[in-house]
């Protein structure tokens, strides 16, 4: 449960940033009753990192302490550099059937960057470019380069690639990664297999007998699957395809202090943000 009462799912977050670096949380806002989501996430900080936003299914709309307004629908994408610091409201609205799905990912600033002025940068769906293989296999370049595409975002300090990837059923498909990126997928449709990849993570589940038990399966809806370090990821999709993000970012390898929305490098600048915070002073002209 986060912002105001919104139920979400967290791949991963405050925990151990090494493994993920330069991404710091991973969210999957994704619900089909209004009474999950419409209280949103009303006004509150951030500083030091960048968020990024994407909308599958109704719309979120936006306001900030700079002015700007605005509202992401189907598709579109948002990256946001909270930099030195804003203020912020994300309201969600549910499509016609009251369904609304998104994820929002953080990225980290690395200390030169931490206290540069914050920006927006919105995309709307017909802006991002889609590539299909000879396969079927369909690739929405939302950042970086991909297929002889570039994604629309630019100018981001993690220089990451974001790739909203869907494999055809029964097919295998090995996707290029450079081999000094940190690199994870997130299943949200269909399901399959990765090679060399971490195993999908234990889930805990219930018996009637009131025991428990760790189940271990295939990388299906809502799997993370993180990857070590090399140049390619083979993923098999399964028998109704796979839908995943494919996310992979250049290591900050900076020390992280992080409490709530606000990342910085030691935990005097953390301090010193939030008695900003407090004293009226942590939005810079």
Known sequence: MEGAGVRLRRAFGFGDTSEFDPFLLFDDFRNERPEDYMKGFP???????????????????????????????????????????????????????????????????????????????????????EVTDDDGTKVRVIIGDFWGKSGPVQGIAADPRYLDVSVPPGKR????????????????????????????????????DGSDVIER????????????????????????GIRFLLVSGKPLEEPVAWYGPIVMNT????????????AGTFIRP
């Open 43 to 129: 006004w509150h900080p951030h500083r030091g990192i960048e968020t990024i936003t994407y909308v599958l299914s109704g719309t979120v709309d936006h306001g900030d302490s700079l002015g700007n307004r605005g509202s992401l629908g189907a598709g579109d994408v948002q990256w946001m550099t909270a930099g030195s610091g804003i203020l912020h409201q994300e309201m969600p609205q549910g499509d016609p059937q009251g369904r609304m799905h998104g994820f929002q990912l953080w990225a980290n600033l690395p200390a030169a960057l931490k206290m540069t002025a914050p920006r927006y940068q919105d995309v709307v769906s017909k802006d991002i470019p």
């Open 173 to 208: 498909k090995t996707l290029p990664v450079e081999i000094a990126r940190h690199a994870f997928a997130y299943v949200f449709e269909g399901g399959g297999t990765f090679r060399d990849s971490s195993r999908p993570q234990g889930v805990l589940v219930e018996r009637t």
């Open 217 to 240: 399966m295939d990388a299906g809806d809502r799997s993370l699957v993180l990857f070590d370090r090399g140049d390619e990821v083979t993923v098999q999709a399964g028998e109704h």
């Open 267 to 278: 935990e005097d600048e953390l301090r010193r943000a939030y008695e900003e915070l407090r």
